[in-house]
């Protein structure tokens, strides 16, 4: 039996995140490698917003077992808002490599306009294969994303045993996960790009029922307030 309820969470704000938005259209190399790059105060006050809303989720709505990206900024973001929900005993952690971030390979810690300025070849190659197909130097697709979810839901379906999973994560996954539940074919993949970005800290939440998944709510940020 799988899970009877998924509930999806990007992580906070990060230390790249702002360095990006702050960098706007200035070449900017990050030096953090992808894996280690942590929360700025924001995400932490995200984080723990998220974990506010965990706290008052009605019993049958809370989840019962916490599945989570490898990566530091994922990793804090739940330990964060675990702190906020005041949970005791904690719950089961598992730490899953299939839940990273997209990888950018080459293009890893380089913002839009220093990708433009190194690489001009490789975003042509990106707008003539279109965004969900192109794989980058080194990196991943999305339809790569999407390979590895489907392999993680196959196991988490044994696994769940009929309980509610919190799953935290990225972006890429997010939209992977929401492509995958719908049982999308591939040739439709490239319409998930239509509900990005998904946003830092956003809540997404799918229900089962009738032998398959319900989306109930897809990048919610209310319980963050006015942004």
């Not at 030096?31 to 809303?53: F, I, K, N, S």
């Not at 950018?104 to 990708?115: E, H, Q, S, V, Y």
């Not at 009929?162 to 591939?186: F, N």
Request: charged letters at 25%; hydrophobic letters at 45%; one cysteine or more.
């Amino acid at each position: 039996m799988g899970p009877n309820h998924i509930i999806a969470v990007r992580h906070g704000e990060s230390a790249a995140n702002r360095a990006f938005r702050l960098a706007g259209t200035t070449p900017l190399v990050y030096q953090p490698g992808d894996d280690e790059v942590t929360l700025t105060e924001l995400g932490r006050t995200q984080a723990a917003a998220l974990g506010r809303l965990l706290a008052a989720l009605p019993a049958g709505e809370a989840p019962e077992l916490v599945w989570c990206s490898p990566y530091r900024r994922a990793l804090d973001t739940w330990r964060v808002a675990q702190r906020a929900w005041g949970i005791d005993p904690a719950l089961p952690v598992t730490v899953d490599g299939r839940l990273r971030d997209q990888e950018a390979g080459t293009f890893a810690r380089l913002n839009l306009a220093a990708i433009k300025e190194r690489f001009p070849a490789e975003l042509a190659r990106r707008e003539a294969e279109g965004a969900y197909a192109y794989r980058p130097p080194g990196g991943e697709s999305l339809g790569d994303v999407v390979a590895r979810l489907r392999l993680l839901l196959a196991d988490l379906g044994g696994r769940a045993d009929g309980r509610r999973v919190l799953i935290v994560a990225h972006d890429s996954v997010v939209l992977g996960l929401r492509h995958v539940i719908a049982g999308s074919p591939d040739a439709d993949l490239a319409a998930v790009l239509e509900h990005a970005p998904v946003l830092n800290a956003s809540v997404s939440v799918w229900r089962a029922g009738g032998g398959r998944f319900e989306l109930v709510r897809f990048n919610d940020v209310t319980h963050l307030g006015a942004r």
